[in-house]
């Protein structure tokens, strides 16, 4: 008897393996940052008799899930640890979280016993739910509604914490997109309560234990509504969109403290979790009790937390977006440079023309997740509005062309993953998150507008279309999709900036252009010696002076050539579009 497991990889020739040997298959998924996990990890799969079980009987297959997000998504509990329990072909028989050495023997037994005695009736239900699944899935897309924005403004109205902020009674997580939604009504239709929602949510989450004071950045959740039980790891994602609430917040209501926690997360980004070498950032932050006190003295004589240094496309693209975004709003030019460096270690290692990768461990894995191709495309456009070069819409472009032809559902809508022939069980079945399609709707409808393709928008509204009949039952876990929504309905103000692109009249337009917060806008600058082709599809003429020309949708809405002119029109055009939404 071995004193250790063997774990496998999940990959096709491990499910093989099982199916050959008809040896049910122990996925356990786990997440780098998770205390949970290693302690489930470091006992009960310790345990000698487990160890004996497992050998005997199961094929043992470890995952980690910020790596294999198609795996966790199709087997995981959405909490870790996740024990999974499959067919030797990897269909979803049953899942667990945490189980003690005696809890996970009696569940061994009794999973090996029910294969051996009444696999049959076990593979018919498994049948019977995909069946109705499968219908579930079917039925036609409805139209686009205004309504749908309503709806998820009625789920966050009710979710809201009045005492504590945020949404829900329990658990608390920050939910970034939630605030980033309630902001934009804030903003177009002057709604009060939700005004409520994003002050009293971002001050009681700045002032809580949530929020580290020393090292900057927030921690993952708090176990208690009031943000006071922290769980202490933290992640590059949930950071940047948080980078992006405060910030936004800032601009709308001026309040210091809001920079001040932003210009916290940017500190925790590039002191901590950026690797010099590469310009790119690590994924997370291991959460440790001992070490993430309140008192800067006490903690530089201790270890800090673990990183894990892998590179994920997805969440180093959302970090690009928000550290461009904090560079213009706090005018740090310096931040712009960084976000520029990770741009094209993304560009120049995750993607190879062709296929987006979602992982970089000194080398590039799993090609064609939605998520990231969604995210990248969004962080190339980001690049493009801040920097003013226009020759990055075009691997855009290609990012956009690859999803549309790969993983394009034909009932609407994206799949989260390429179609894979070699694939076992769940993993052939292949999902369509409305966040991932939301997303990459969103991503979709900007890059039409900057490389002026129609086909783009088209592919964006059929996207949200295929979730128009079951939006309502995710409430206000999908408020980025009701913000994609919004944006069909509420059409950005575009600014174009034409002229020389690296002159100094240019460069004042495109920072004025990007300083404030404006729900939706679009910024490009058109440089006649760079993009004759870009210029010419916009119909603009090209001057002997720097301009920015102001459009809602198709409509044009002026001209400016100062940046006084530009804060003015912005204003006015704003100012008229909430008139006539309110009226």
């Known amino acids: 008897m071995t004193d250790s497991l063997e774990w496998q990889h999940f990959e096709a020739a491990t499910l093989s393996r099982a199916a050959s040997e008809d040896r049910p298959v122990l996925l356990v998924i786990t997440a780098p940052w998770c205390q949970h996990c290693r302690d489930l990890m470091a006992t009960s799969f310790a345990d000698p008799e487990v160890i004996a079980t497992v050998g005997e009987s199961f094929m043992p297959v470890h995952v980690d899930s910020e790596r294999r997000p198609d795996v966790n998504q199709r087997y995981g509990t959405g909490a870790w640890p996740t024990i999974a329990w499959l067919t030797p072909d990897g269909e979803l028989i049953a899942h667990d979280n945490f189980l003690d050495s005696a809890e996970l023997q009696v569940r061994l037994e009794r999973i090996r016993d029910a294969w051996q005695t009444d696999k049959q009736n076990i593979q018919r239900r498994i049948g019977e739910l995909w069946a109705q699944v499968d219908e579930r899935t079917s039925k036609a897309a409805d139209q686009l509604r205004h309504e749908m924005v309503d709806d998820i403004t009625s789920a966050i109205y009710k979710q809201f914490?009045?005492?504590?902020?945020?949404?829900?009674?329990?658990?608390?997580?920050?939910?970034?997109?939630?605030?980033?939604f309630a902001l934009v009504q804030v903003q177009k239709r002057n709604d009060e309560r939700m005004r409520e929602i994003v002050v009293l949510t971002l001050d009681k989450m700045m002032e809580?234990?949530?929020h580290d004071r020393v090292d900057g950045g927030f921690f993952r959740f708090s176990h208690t509504p009031d943000w006071h039980s922290p769980n202490y790891e933290k992640l590059l994602d949930q950071n940047a969109l948080l980078l992006r609430s405060y910030l936004e917040a800032f601009q709308v209501f001026g309040k210091d403290a809001y920079k001040k926690t932003a210009e916290g997360i940017v500190r925790w980004m590039l002191e901590t979790m950026r690797d010099e070498h590469s310009g790119a950032f690590a994924g997370s932050q291991n959460g440790d009790a001992d070490y993430f006190i309140n008192d800067a003295t006490t903690r530089s004589k201790?270890?800090?937390?673990?990183?894990?240094?892998?590179?994920?496309?997805?969440?180093?693209?959302?970090?690009?977006?928000?550290?461009f975004k904090a560079s213009a709003a706090l005018q740090k030019p310096e931040w712009s440079d960084h976000a520029m460096a990770a741009t094209r270690f993304l560009l120049d290692n995750l993607f190879d023309g062709k296929a987006v990768y979602h992982y970089w461990d000194g080398t590039y894995h799993l090609p064609g997740m939605l998520a990231d191709q969604a995210h990248l495309v969004r962080a190339l456009i980001d690049a493009s509005q801040n920097t003013g070069d226009t020759d990055l819409l075009l691997p855009a472009e290609k990012i956009a062309e690859g999803a549309i032809e790969e993983n394009k559902s034909s009932s609407g809508g994206f799949y989260d993953i390429q179609n894979d022939p070699q694939s076992h069980g769940s993993m052939r079945r292949r999902n369509r998150?409305?966040?991932?399609?939301?997303?990459?709707?969103?991503?979709?409808?900007r890059l039409s507008y900057l490389s002026r393709r129609p086909e783009f928008y088209e592919e964006a509204t059929t996207a949200l279309r295929a979730f128009s009949n079951d939006y309502r039952e995710y409430g206000y876990y999908v408020a980025g999709y009701g913000r994609a929504i919004d944006l069909c309905f509420y059409p950005p103000l575009f600014i174009t900036i034409v002229g020389d692109r690296e002159a100094d009249d240019v460069r004042e337009l495109r920072r004025t252009a990007l300083s404030?917060?404006?729900?939706?806008?679009?910024?490009?600058?058109?440089?006649?010696?760079?993009?004759?082709?870009l210029l010419e599809r916009s119909g603009l003429p090209a001057g002997q002076s720097a301009i920015a020309h102001l459009t809602v949708g198709k409509v044009p809405q002026?001209?400016?050539?100062?940046?006084?002119?530009?804060?003015?029109?912005?204003?006015?055009?704003?100012?008229?579009?909430?008139?006539?939404?309110?009226?």
């Open 558 to 583: 002026g001209a400016a050539h100062t940046p006084e002119e530009l804060l003015q029109a912005i204003d006015s055009v704003e100012r008229d579009r909430r008139q006539s939404l309110n009226d």
């Open 433 to 445: 998150s409305i966040l991932d399609n939301a997303a990459m709707a969103e991503s979709l409808m």
């Open 516 to 533: 404030t917060y404006v729900p939706s806008r679009i910024v490009q600058t058109l440089d006649p010696s760079h993009d004759p082709v």
């Open 208 to 210: 809580s234990p949530l």
């Open 302 to 323: 201790k270890q800090a937390p673990a990183i894990d240094r892998t590179i994920y496309c997805d969440a180093n693209a959302i970090a690009i977006s928000s550290l």
């Open 161 to 180: 914490d009045s005492v504590h902020g945020g949404l829900g009674d329990g658990i608390k997580f920050p939910h970034p997109e939630a605030l980033d």
